[in-house]
């Protein structure tokens, strides 16, 4: 495998920018220099907006903040996301040192927390410039990255005083109510209407696989790899991103939302087209094979996995269309939600073959 390129951001769009002069008086002595921070800023996310502090003197943190205009504090909880991480910290080795969290929204307008940075390499839509992989090392990248869910999955939530988080009993079927209520809500006239979806899997749910911590959001561009060590080794994770969704709750729902992103080879033009991670490179585990994988590892059965399938996909097309629904009603102009839309056409295409195929 050849060495990746460490992950670099891009200028700051003009409906992003913030205080930087407040931000590092904020900050005061906890940034490592005395000089305000050149500030860019990472386009991978597409609900929180995540951002590189580089600091003349040397020394980077990264800076986590709402969507511009967001009015729901619950949905993008600054507290509670700095919050998971400072206490899993200490439990996972897979959690960036928090520095900060301000409260204050008269700073930038918004809460927000810093973080320290951690370079590496993080795989999107395709491998970065120079990199290689070949077939064996791609299967060993996916195990090593479904091993790391399943320790998420095996930290005690009270250990790591993190069972306040948890609702208790009946996620799955909270999760499918209350993504359904906010697919409608989000709806808009070029999509379809996800009715049968969503009568289906109220229909099918299986009871809690367990209570168990869960990222929410686990994919490969979530996570850090160092850019030295071969990706199938267990040390070339550094680290895991984006927290904003964890909770206590059922880990094969986790699992099934992971998959949801997971294109193969075989899915289509569609799906390439959408694809978001080079899961479909040789040697790339397919998500039979990674359910499979993940269930004999964590000692959990894969027996009514479609629900998983088919939950993971409606709850992606849901994400999908909450950001459109922003696009569509001019709440931001960034051009990469313009066609958000059809990706939940093939969304719902996906799901109703998943359901058709479940037999049941």
């Known amino acids: 495998m050849a060495a990746g ?15 930087v002069a407040a931000v590092h008086g904020w900050l005061g002595e906890r940034a490592p220099g005395e000089e305000p921070p050149q500030v860019r800023q990472f386009s991978g996310g597409a609900s929180n907006l995540t951002y590189l502090l580089r600091y003349p003197a040397g020394g980077e943190l ?40 301000c409260t204050d929204e008269a700073v930038i307008g918004s809460e927000f927390y810093v973080m320290e940075r951690l370079p590496g390499v993080i795989l999107r839509r395709e491998l970065p410039a120079g990199t290689t992989l070949d077939p064996g090392q791609a299967s060993g990248l996916c195990r090593n990255v479904l ?24 996620y799955v079927r909270r999760q499918v109510s209350g993504w359904s209520d906010r697919y409608r809500r989000a709806r808009t006239r070029n ?5 049968r979806v969503m009568d289906w899997l109220d229909a099918n749910q299986p009871p809690d696989a367990g209570a168990r911590l869960i990222h929410n959001d686990y994919r490969l561009d979530n996570i850090v790899l160092d850019p030295e060590l071969p990706w199938d080794r267990r040390e070339a994770v550094r680290g895991i991103l984006d927290w904003e969704m964890a909770t206590i709750g059922d880990p094969l729902m986790d699992l099934g939302g992971a998959l949801a992103y997971w294109a193969e080879a075989g899915d289509g033009p569609v799906a390439t ?33 479609a629900f998983y399938e088919v939950f993971g996909l409606f709850r992606l097309a849901v994400i999908i269309q909450q950001i459109y629904f922003r696009y569509h009603h001019r709440q931001t102009r ?27």
Not at 147 to 170: K, Q
Not at 191 to 195: A, D, E, K, N, T
Not at 288 to 294: H, K, S
């Open 334 to 360: 960034n051009p990469r939600f313009k066609n958000y839309w059809i990706a939940c056409h093939w969304l719902h295409h996906r799901a109703r073959r998943a359901i058709r195929g479940s037999g049941i």
């Open 147 to 170: 091993d790391r869910l399943v320790d998420l999955h095996g930290v005690d939530p009270r250990a790591a005083g993190l069972a306040e988080i948890g609702r208790g009993d009946g």
């Open 62 to 101: 990264i800076l986590r903040r709402p969507p511009t205009g967001t009015k729901a504090r619950s949905a993008h909880d600054m507290r509670r996301e700095h919050l998971i991480q400072s206490r899993l910290a200490p439990v996972f080795p897979y959690v960036p040192r928090m520095v900060g969290l």
């Open 273 to 305: 087209r959408l694809r978001t991670q080079p899961t479909h490179l040789p040697g790339m585990l397919t998500r039979r094979e990674a359910v499979a994988y993940y269930c004999e590892k964590a000692g959990l059965p894969a027996d009514n996995w």
């Open 5 to 19: 390129r460490v992950d670099e951001p891009r200028p700051v769009r003009d409906e992003d920018a913030f205080d």
């Open 191 to 195: 999509v379809p209407s996800f009715r």
